[in-house]
């Protein structure tokens, strides 16, 4: 008999910085023009939809702007929302449009994709356990792969998106567990789950009390259910019950952060993150 799922979006609570860049271009000609009104309108509707509008750079060859979102709000759904309101708002003023589907969205971060493999890289050394075997035991459940496929966009037929996330769950009461062919476990399960799922992992480790991951995920899946999927999943194959706390941490990363973003772009700022999430501006 196989566990039921012992986690669920109504009953798990997430820390997340979910930031992202979205790209449209025209199918012919210019971009048309939008008031500061039009403006303040979509970035109100697409609050209703958990995406919230920080910054846009309007030129007259493409688009451009950065949102954050909730964990569960997927990238398929942010693409859908800005393209799908911005083209309701043309057709509502009878402006003859159409987007190249050329259309892509980037996952960003205040770190890159290098600084969090980087920073699993060190997990086991940055512990400074007190016996060294057991360090050096450790070490063999951290692994960060160079595969040059993390990198590369997904490239579906309503655009190219680049969907990278640092994932982070914690043992229940943080206990610290000392068995080793029990971390080897969660270790290669964790990896069968991103296999299954047609997730791609960039980076593990797992500690005694706390698990990191940097992954690629698939568009179906929000933040959220590839969080929740992880918990689950992960707590079936083990057969265990309750080995996480009902709570995770997740963010979005990629090749640039939002230093680098915001360095070579006139944005023009629209507002903060939505209600619920630590990210700023």
């Given at each position: 008999m196989t566990n039921p799922n012992c986690y669920h979006s109504d009953t798990t609570t997430a820390a997340y910085s979910l930031r992202w860049s979205w790209t449209g271009w025209p199918s012919i000609g210019s971009m048309p023009f939008l008031t500061?009104?039009?403006?303040?309108?979509?970035?109100?509707?697409?609050?209703k939809d958990g995406i919230r509008l920080l910054e846009r750079n309007c030129l007259s060859d493409y688009w451009q702007a950065t949102v954050s979102t909730k964990p569960a709000t997927n990238p398929s759904f942010i693409v859908g929302r800005i393209k799908g309101r911005i083209d309701?708002?043309?057709?509502?003023?009878k402006i003859p449009f159409?987007?190249?589907?050329?259309?892509?969205?980037?996952?960003?971060?205040?770190n890159t994709t290098a600084d969090v493999l980087?920073?699993?890289?060190?997990?086991?050394?940055?512990?400074q356990f007190c016996r060294s075997d057991f360090a050096d035991n450790l070490k063999q459940f951290t692994r960060v792969w160079q595969d040059e496929k993390l990198h590369a966009p997904i490239e579906v037929s309503s655009g190219r998106y680049w969907y990278l996330l640092h994932l982070v769950l914690v043992v229940e009461g943080r206990r610290r567990i000392s068995d080793f062919q029990f971390l080897g476990?969660?270790?290669?399960?964790?990896?069968?789950?991103?296999?299954e799922r047609d997730y791609l992992l960039g980076g593990i480790s797992v500690m005694p009390d706390h698990l990191h991951m940097c992954l690629r995920g698939a568009l179906v899946d929000s933040p959220e259910a590839i969080a929740i999927a992880y918990m689950?999943?992960?707590?079936?194959?083990?057969?265990?019950?309750g080995l996480w706390k009902p709570s995770y941490y997740v963010g979005t990363t990629g090749a640039y952060n939002m230093i680098a973003v915001r360095s070579y772009t006139p944005w023009a700022s629209d507002g903060a993150s939505p209600s619920g999430s630590p990210t700023g501006s």
């Amino acid at each position: 008999m196989t566990n039921p799922n012992c986690y669920h979006s109504d009953t798990t609570t997430a820390a997340y910085s979910l930031r992202w860049s979205w790209t449209g271009w025209p199918s012919i000609g210019s971009m048309p023009f939008l008031t500061e009104n039009d403006w303040k309108e979509l970035a109100d509707a697409w609050e209703k939809d958990g995406i919230r509008l920080l910054e846009r750079n309007c030129l007259s060859d493409y688009w451009q702007a950065t949102v954050s979102t909730k964990p569960a709000t997927n990238p398929s759904f942010i693409v859908g929302r800005i393209k799908g309101r911005i083209d309701h708002r043309f057709r509502s003023q009878k402006i003859p449009f159409k987007f190249s589907r050329k259309v892509s969205l980037r996952a960003l971060g205040n770190n890159t994709t290098a600084d969090v493999l980087d920073y699993i890289r060190r997990q086991v050394d940055s512990a400074q356990f007190c016996r060294s075997d057991f360090a050096d035991n450790l070490k063999q459940f951290t692994r960060v792969w160079q595969d040059e496929k993390l990198h590369a966009p997904i490239e579906v037929s309503s655009g190219r998106y680049w969907y990278l996330l640092h994932l982070v769950l914690v043992v229940e009461g943080r206990r610290r567990i000392s068995d080793f062919q029990f971390l080897g476990d969660l270790f290669e399960i964790c990896q069968a789950i991103a296999l299954e799922r047609d997730y791609l992992l960039g980076g593990i480790s797992v500690m005694p009390d706390h698990l990191h991951m940097c992954l690629r995920g698939a568009l179906v899946d929000s933040p959220e259910a590839i969080a929740i999927a992880y918990m689950n999943e992960s707590c079936r194959k083990l057969g265990v019950v309750g080995l996480w706390k009902p709570s995770y941490y997740v963010g979005t990363t990629g090749a640039y952060n939002m230093i680098a973003v915001r360095s070579y772009t006139p944005w023009a700022s629209d507002g903060a993150s939505p209600s619920g999430s630590p990210t700023g501006s």
